[in-house]
């Protein structure tokens, strides 16, 4: 997501660093090309003229700050806008109502919301521990109830049993009964969506809404559909009173207008963006994070977050007592690469770490997910022996590899010869010690990845 914004507004403030101070001209000719930039991504036209007049008022005679130079000054601008434009904090979820407390999904057909109440749901239990119930109230899709009965399934959530036969409004009030009678924390229900906003639609939304009293009416919008994501969040908070959107398919999104203009066109908070097909695939929205990542500064704080939630620290302590006894294998590496996949894909990671989509510059095929699982297939094919001691791997060995793994000889050797470099630097920082392990520039138990840039 942001993508072409990111690149386009690398190369306008590439020019405004390499100058010692700025003219009013300047400024002019970089808040041009920002315009257009913004522009491009697709966010809404107002938006960019409100966000280009604010930027302007700050950043003409602008005062420099400690070791900032003039054009870090005005990025730095751009980035506290970007952020103002976003909503300034992230905005949690508000379940502060007596249990169960009803949180009602909204949005038009295929925007994503039964995939997107079940990850919610999963969230939820997972990490506050909260008891959820979902109900399908989509009686006009075939295999709607279905499909909720089965990613609440893979979610480990339950779903209450519902049938097309059944009014929307009857089954959002028995489903508000059960979860009282059951103890449930929070009812998740997913309404029905059409192809566009029409009247009969709202109508139905606005007698469940009176029914259950939701805490929260979640809006999901395809992302991917730019300014209609922004027009339809306008006409469900017009109908409804919207309390947040989630943004799904982000993941396909390179431009991100719709991300940079709902707040400020509804005035209602971004409170999560939808990633990917997985049902862990659901990050919070944090609009510094995103300001950052926007303008190539990396999200560290994201990063660390990730690791702690996917690498498992048992494992990670012993890897580091291995590669300070100089024993490390193959089965360990693959170990590795196994957890640093639970993360994501691989470029998201690249873009949390400051400074790495620019070194990155060209060479996005060497980040590519493809790789970590060509190299996964080839160790797979390797006997246990062999990962243990890759050195018995003599030229027969390497054909079976190549031909177990779908790989050629070449792909083998290479992998074995960037194995040996890896080996060679983690014995050196095995010698130095935890200190001379971080020195690496490596985190504790995270080696670097054979051919990766990490």
Known sequence: MFDNLSDRLEGVFKKLRGRGSLTDANIKEALREVRIALLEADVNFKVVKTFIERVREKAVGIEVVGSLTPGQQVIKVVHDELVTLMGEKNASLNLAAQPPAVVMMVGLQGSGKTTTSAKLAKRLRSKERKKCLLASLDVYRPAAMDQLATVGEQAGVEVMETSPSEKPVAIAARALDTAKRGGYDVLFLDTAGRLHVDETLMEELSQVKGEVDPVEILLVADSMTGQDAVTVAEQFDQQLSITGVVLSKSDGDARGGAALSIRHVTGKPIKFLGVGEGLDALDVFHPDRVAS??????????????????????????????????????????????????????????????????????????????????????????????????????????????????????????????????????????????KGFMRGGGIPGMPKMPGMPF
């Open 293 to 434: 990542r926007i303008l190539g500064m990396g999200d560290v704080l994201s990063l660390v977050e990730t690791a702690m939630e996917n690498v498992d620290l048992e494992k990670a302590a012993k890897l580091q007592d291995k590669i300070q006894k100089t024993a490390f294998t193959l089965e360990d590496f693959l170990e590795q690469m196994q957890q640093i996949k639970k993360m994501g894909p691989l470029g998201d990671l690249m873009s949390m770490i400051p400074g790495m989509k620019q070194a990155m510059k060209g060479r996005e095929s060497e980040v590519d997910d493809s790789q970590l699982k060509r190299i996964e297939a080839i160790i797979l094919s390797m006997t246990p022996g062999e990962r243990r001691k890759h050195q018995i791997i003599n030229a027969s060995r390497k054909r079976r590899i190549a031909k177990g793994s779908g790989t050629s000889v070449q792909e083998v050797n290479r992998l074995l010869k960037q194995f040996v470099q890896t080996q060679k630097m983690m014995k050196r920082l095995g010698k130095l010690g935890k």
